[in-house]
Each structure stands twice: as C-alpha cells, then as structure tokens.
C-alpha cells in the first residue's frame, strides 16, 4: 500500500492505494497519529483502495473518534467494493463517505 498526504491550512488529505490489511494498517495509523496535530478537517481520498480489512476499518474508526473531538473526517472517491464492505459492516451510518460516480 502506498499512503501519500497533503497537509495545509488545518486540511490533511491522506490518499491510499494498493491494499489495506493487517500488514498496512499500522503504517496508515502511524501517519494518522504524526500528521493529526492541528488538523480541524481530514479527507481519505480511497479512489485507487481495492480493499480493506477489518484492520483497515479500526484504522478508519480511529480516526472517526480523534476527528470527533477536533474537526470533521470524510472519505471520498469510495470505489463500490469498498462501499460494499463499508455497508456490510454498518460503517457507512458512521463515517461521512462520498461513493466514486
């Protein structure tokens, strides 16, 4: 998986591709946790994410809570076999998430 962010003005865009699993959800929970001070708006740009695993959406919960308290989050570019494993798991009536058209 490749993690690639921007961060400006109190915006950290974090884009993932490849694969986020048991293997790589650390190293994205690691950048969350650097990158988060001063952040008021976090965007996960998942246009090229082919898949997560349940580590992957820990991750993703992590962050929904820590942005609770300091802004908003939202994931945008959600391909459809990510939306998939977002609805079956009840996290689409979580996170803010805007599905790839």
């Known amino acids: 998986m490749e993690i ?12 993932l591709t490849g694969r986020l699993d048991t293997k790589t959800a650390p190293e ?5 946790l650097e990158q988060s001070p001063g952040v008021t708006t976090l965007v996960f740009d998942l246009k090229e994410l082919v898949y997560t695993s349940s580590a992957g ?3 993703f ?3 929904q ?7 908003s989050m939202k994931l945008i ?3 459809p ?15 803010t998430i805007e599905v790839e058209s």
């Open 4 to 15: 690639l962010t921007k961060k400006e003005n109190g915006l950290l865009t974090i884009r």
């Open 28 to 32: 994205l929970e690691k950048t969350l």
């Open 57 to 59: 959406l820990r991750v």
């Open 61 to 63: 919960l992590k962050a």
């Open 65 to 71: 809570k820590l942005m609770q308290k300091q802004g």
């Open 77 to 79: 570019h959600t391909q």
């Open 81 to 95: 076999q990510i939306m998939e494993i977002f609805e079956m798991t009840g996290f689409c009536d979580i996170l």
